[in-house]
């Protein structure tokens, strides 16, 4: 078993799929992640579901709004138990300070993350929101925002780990999506590494989606992953 457990995106279309594959699953052996299709379809009810069987559930809806808009809703996520919850870095820093202190003010406080710059997301297509230059400087002048908001990290690619890391500590957590066993393809992420290569670059929790939701056993390709992240590697080079 590793120290952080992989955190498993059920991004399904229908919530019967996404109870189907966590029931193949023993509690503990990873987190799950509840994003934006599913909760639409579970709402609530889902994520308190998976939280009162024993599940530590990342309610990952990327909150971006005005700042008192973001505090109610981190003050509603909080209420369902969940473990993480995000919001958006790009949403400033009063925003950020904001949810920091109504997840504060719950009597259940779970992790407060923000995400930088989507996986998507290359030099490309971020000078096309008028985001200029290589998206690790972006990361970093994001990442900056949430650690001086009091949040406990940072939603990145593994490609920025390990400077989120130098910068801003080990205890600063780096949450990294886009991450695909050895041999799978990218799909649509633009900045991908394999689970070695991410734990070895700094990353604290990696998102793992289709690998393990679209495998013949998944239950197998779990272990699989773990066995990966516990492999010795040198960190990502540059994409």
């Not at 996520?77 to 919850?85: E, N, P, Q, R, S």
Request: hydrophobic fraction near 45%.
């Amino acid at each position: 078993m590793v120290a952080n457990p992989p955190i498993i995106a059920l991004d399904y279309r229908d919530v019967a799929s996404a109870r189907a594959l966590v029931e193949q699953l023993p509690v503990g052996a990873c987190r799950l992640k509840v994003g934006k299709e599913l909760f639409v379809r579970g709402g609530p009810a889902l994520v308190e579901s998976f939280v009162a069987d024993g599940w530590e559930v990342f309610l990952d809806l990327k909150f971006h709004d005005i700042p008192n808009t973001v505090a109610g809703a981190c003050r509603a996520a909080a209420d369902l138990g969940v473990w993480m919850v995000n919001v958006h870095a790009l949403g400033g820093l009063a925003m950020l300070e904001a949810a920091r202190a109504a997840i504060d003010q719950r009597p259940h406080s779970p992790l407060l993350t923000a995400v930088t710059v989507l996986t998507s997301h290359d030099a490309e297509t971020l000078a096309q929101t008028g985001i200029e230059g290589p998206p690790e400087a972006a990361v970093l002048r994001l990442a900056r925002l949430a650690f001086e908001a009091g949040l406990d990290g940072v939603v990145c690619s593994a490609w920025e780990a390990d400077a989120i890391r130098q910068t801003f500590g080990e205890d600063f957590r780096r949450v990294t999506p886009g991450v695909r066993p050895s041999g799978r393809g990218d799909d649509d992420q633009r900045r991908v590494v394999t689970p070695q290569a991410a734990m070895a670059g700094g990353s604290t929790d990696l998102v793992i989606g289709r690998p393990i939701t679209q495998a013949a056993d998944p239950m197998a390709a779990l272990v699989a992953i773990q066995n990966e992240m516990q492999i010795t590697e040198g960190p990502p080079t540059s994409p």
